[in-house]
């Protein structure tokens, strides 16, 4: 079969610019350093007035040369490597779909003409042409030279947020967008095998640099804050060229414009007056919320998640799967003055989730065993085991309780 889509001819240069939304900087994924950069080559040769891929042809020479692969070029190597960049897949978010999709979707050796075609995957188009808004570019010079493939990706994740000077991540964010969720299982090593190799490459070798603070819950590190500096001495010309006529290019600069980003990117479009009303809770509560749920798949309605949760004391500190239904519980029994007992919460929870998830009273008990623990936690309530009271003791409870609350 014949390829009749356009095909041209590149030559890598260090110079060219990558940009990528930040819908794609953001995505799960995890590529090895040679694949990253054979993605980063071909998006570095994409023209701003492209509308559709092209067949890329790189000549095999020059291109391993910009890969850093040594000695001849040698078409096995390659081979190998496109074969199973090939068979990888990322996941992005849209809506509340969580898809996944290949990188490329076609590959040519030329043995004759030392080359190599190669084209993106068609559903990338709207993540890496015609690119109007939340976008990101560097020059391809600043990862060519990077040997980690946690440098590249640290580098465009601080890269996207630089005019902001600073960015926060969950560890289990920050992990789970590198592809390192069961890597380095200790703080400590993942610090020592990914963080600080990664802060002194791009400082050595990129136009950006960055410092670490460690935000603790008790002893346990929660969040890893990236303090971002930029280290090149004056703007580049073609960068200022390729945003000058972009009204949308600038990244979030003040809270309500961080809060629309995050917001889109659960798949929500928040207004001023709403965002707003949330501040009263405290710029750090909204963003903290907000970056908590672009990894939740549970939550079917954002907004009114975000203002119950704003709005119940203590349940911004919900990160379980089962988050909507514990933060609605927790809503529901907070507005008790009464001290609730381990047995009347376990009962109305249970009437409470049959309601809220329509399933049947085992489908309802077995979801309250799942949550019973964080729900306790948050509601500072002692689970008591029957041996603890006596029949008549719990009747009497019972009794006294259910004649002064007549409803939760």
């Known amino acids: 079969m014949l390829l009749t889509t356009a095909t041209e001819v590149i030559e890598p240069h260090p110079n060219n610019l990558v940009t990528k939304s930040n819908l794609l900087i953001e995505a799960n994924y995890k590529l ?32 391993t040369n910009l890969l850093g692969l040594k000695g001849t070029p040698k078409y096995t190597e390659l081979r190998q490597i496109t074969k199973e960049l090939m068979q990888k897949v990322f996941e992005v978010r849209i809506d509340r779909k969580v898809i996944q999709v290949s ?31 939340e976008f990101t570019s560097y020059k391809l010079e600043n990862i060519i030279k990077l040997k980690s493939s946690y440098s590249i990706r640290i580098y465009e994740l601080l890269k996207q947020y630089e005019k902001l000077q ?20 200790a ?16 400082k050595m070798k990129t136009d950006i640099s960055f410092e670490i603070e460690e935000v603790k819950k008790g002893r346990k590190v929660e969040k890893i804050k990236f ?6 001495n004056h703007k580049s010309k073609q960068l200022d060229l390729f945003h000058e006529n972009l009204e ?4 979030p600069n003040s809270f309500s414009e961080t809060v629309k980003k995050l917001g889109l990117n659960v798949g929500i479009q928040l207004t001023d007056e709403m965002i707003n009303s949330w501040e009263k809770h405290g710029q750090d509560t909204v963003i903290d919320l907000l970056e908590k749920m672009q990894y939740r798949r549970d939550i079917e309605n954002p907004v009114g998640y975000i203002i119950k949760v704003l709005n119940t004391p ?10 909507d239904i514990v933060a609605h519980l927790v809503s529901e029994f907070r507005q008790s003055k009464e001290h609730l007992p381990d047995w009347l919460v376990k009962r109305k929870s249970i009437e409470e989730i049959k309601t809220w998830m ?21 509601l500072q309530i002692e689970e008591l085991k029957n041996s603890e009271r006596s029949d008549e003791e719990m009747e009497e409870e019972k009794r006294i309780l259910l004649k002064r609350i007549h409803s939760l």
């Open 32 to 63: 090895g350093v040679v694949e990253q950069k054979i993605i980063l080559c071909l998006a570095s040769n994409i023209s701003p007035a492209d509308s559709d891929f092209k067949t890329y042809t790189l000549p095999i020479k020059e291109f």
């Open 103 to 133: 990188w490329l979707s076609y590959v040519a050796y030329n043995e004759t003409e030392g080359a190599i075609d190669i084209r993106f995957d068609p559903f990338l188009r709207p993540y890496l042409l015609e690119l109007k808004k």
């Open 166 to 185: 600073e960015r926060t991540f969950q560890l289990t964010s920050l992990r789970k967008m590198l592809g390192a969720e069961e890597i380095y299982p």
């Open 187 to 202: 703080y400590g090593n993942f610090k020592q095998r990914v963080l600080v190799p990664a802060q002194k490459e791009l």
């Open 227 to 232: 303090l971002i500096f930029s280290t090149r």
């Open 248 to 251: 949308e290019f600038k990244l």
């Open 314 to 323: 203590g349940a911004n500190e919900i990160t379980s799967e089962n988050g």
């Open 358 to 378: 329509t399933i049947d009273q085992e489908q309802a008990n077995q979801k309250f065993e799942d949550i019973k623990n964080e729900l306790y936690e948050i």
